[in-house]
């Protein structure tokens, strides 16, 4: 057998069989250094053996009738697209402490609760920790999960047989590795592939459909660990958000093979593990009485994959003693934010050249629209004259660097979830939408921003 000389990256664990000086996968420059030869090995006969596939005519495919499977968690089937397709393979990623074992060791539970056999497999963790948390988080261990601590992936797979497992559970990829590909070690880009291949294989089997999801690792630069050929292997891509200093996380799927690409859902981490916010619009909304009229809140839709979600935008606005006034935003880019004071300076005839600025959400959610652009100036103009905007008002629309409103996407949508929560009025653009049938809402149509701020706070 010849040797081979091969150089890793000490960042990303990218081997090479020449020394490079920057990494191809990673881009850290001078991270490669030699490590010991190894030998080609034959790949074994189980694996080396090739399937044979007969080619179909696409009519006489035949499609099952039940091809999902419903966790019961209604957030995660939402971003699913419709629960886990039975022969499917996801992949579930976030920064470390984002939730991923916890959020696939409650599917786990609700799955076996339905008779079904899952298998949970960690190279990261013991089965004794494991147990610690199921016992945290699940109300009943049901007898229908089994559970494997082994990095090595020969293990698993003969597990997967014995025990017959409807869903998979691998946690985490990048701790797996096979004994035909030793001796390298867990988390090299090849071992990675080839095990996420080879369950991969296992899901779709014809004769015993299986579903896998595997739990992906992140680097610091908060991407997937590994090559980006393991996000076009699998079905679903699932990127879990969220600082684990705060309650609130969200999933997207930024991959779905049977589903919605960009879909979100919401969830709120608590003792007891995630719990799955069913209808966010009231989740990102302050309750107050009818007649609780507070200054500096306004109201808007947000589009988080095809579902409008209502929220709230906050601003506290105060006088600055110092020649550069503050400028602070969590929830938005801060030269978004500098734009629109500045257009609400011009435009709006407010002054704040003396002000400090502070503006956050209700809840943690970002603001990634333009659509959101009037309700955040309208929040500011509430603060400066320390007058309420009434609870049931909300803003729908960009403004331009003119002053003028402009539409934005999917308008119908938006108002629609406004009308359903019982909003009473709601400012868009001039000639935004169409008409549609609505029961509680009024829609106002302005052309620019003075309209709207005379309208809802009066004039200077």
Not at 135 to 156: F, G, K, M, P, Y
Not at 177 to 205: H, I, S, W, Y
Not at 374 to 386: D, G, R, T
Request: some cysteine.
């Amino acid at each position: 057998m010849k040797a081979k000389t091969v150089y890793k990256c000490v960042e990303c664990g990218y081997e090479s069989l020449k020394w490079m000086g920057r990494c191809v996968e990673c881009g850290a420059w001078n991270s490669f250094e030699e490590i010991s030869s190894i030998s080609n090995k034959k790949v074994s006969e189980t694996n080396a053996k090739k399937v044979i596939s007969k080619a179909l005519k696409l009519v006489n495919v035949e499609v099952g009738t039940n091809q999902r499977i419903l966790t019961g968690i209604n957030e995660f089937d939402r971003v699913m697209g419709g629960g886990v397709v039975k022969d499917s393979v996801t992949i579930l990623t976030s920064p470390p402490g984002g939730g991923k074992s916890t959020l696939t060791l409650a599917i786990a539970g609700e799955i076996a609760k339905q008779g079904k056999r899952v298998l949970y497999a960690t190279g990261e963790e013991s089965d004794s920790q494991i147990k610690n948390r199921a016992d945290r988080i699940l109300e009943q261990i049901h007898e229908n999960i089994w559970i494997i601590a082994d990095t090595s992936l020969n293990s698993v797979l003969d597990a997967i047989i014995e025990v017959d497992a409807d869903l998979i559970i691998a946690d985490s990829i990048q701790t797996f590795a096979l004994d035909e590909f030793l001796p390298a070690r867990a988390g090299n880009p090849t071992q990675t592939m080839e095990c996420a291949n080879t369950l991969v294989q296992c899901a779709k089997n014809k004769e015993r459909q299986r579903a896998v999801i595997l739990i992906g690792q992140m680097n610091k630069n908060d991407e997937m660990a590994g090559l980006r050929s393991l996000e076009h292997l699998v079905d679903t891509v699932l990127l879990m958000e969220g600082n684990h200093e705060e309650d609130l996380r969200s999933i997207v799927a930024t991959k779905n093979r049977f589903g919605s690409t960009g879909e979100m859902g919401f969830f709120t981490m608590t003792e007891r593990g995630l719990i799955s916010i069913d209808n966010p619009s009231e989740y990102f909304v302050t309750k107050r009485e009818k007649n609780e009229m507070v200054s500096g809140s306004t109201i808007t839709v947000i589009r988080e994959g095809s579902r409008p979600v209502i929220s709230e935008i906050e601003s506290l606005v105060s006088n600055s003693f110092t020649p550069y006034p503050s400028r602070i935003c969590e929830a938005m880019k801060k030269d978004q934010m500098n734009t629109l004071i500045s257009i609400l300076e011009q435009k709006g005839k407010v002054s704040l050249y003396d002000k400090n600025v502070v503006i956050k959400t209700t809840g943690g959610i970002k603001l990634k629209e333009q659509a959101v652009n009037l309700a955040v100036i309208m929040c500011i103009a509430s603060s400066v004259y320390n007058k309420a905007i009434p609870w049931d008002y909300a803003f729908i629309a960009d403004v331009g660097l003119t002053g003028e409103l402009k539409k934005v996407p999917s308008i119908e949508t938006r108002v629609k979830e406004l009308d359903r929560m019982g909003f009473a009025k709601v400012f868009i653009a001039k000639n935004a939408m169409r008409k549609i049938i609505l029961k509680n809402i009024e829609v106002i149509e302005c052309k620019t921003l003075i309209q709207v701020i005379t309208y809802c706070i009066g004039k200077k």
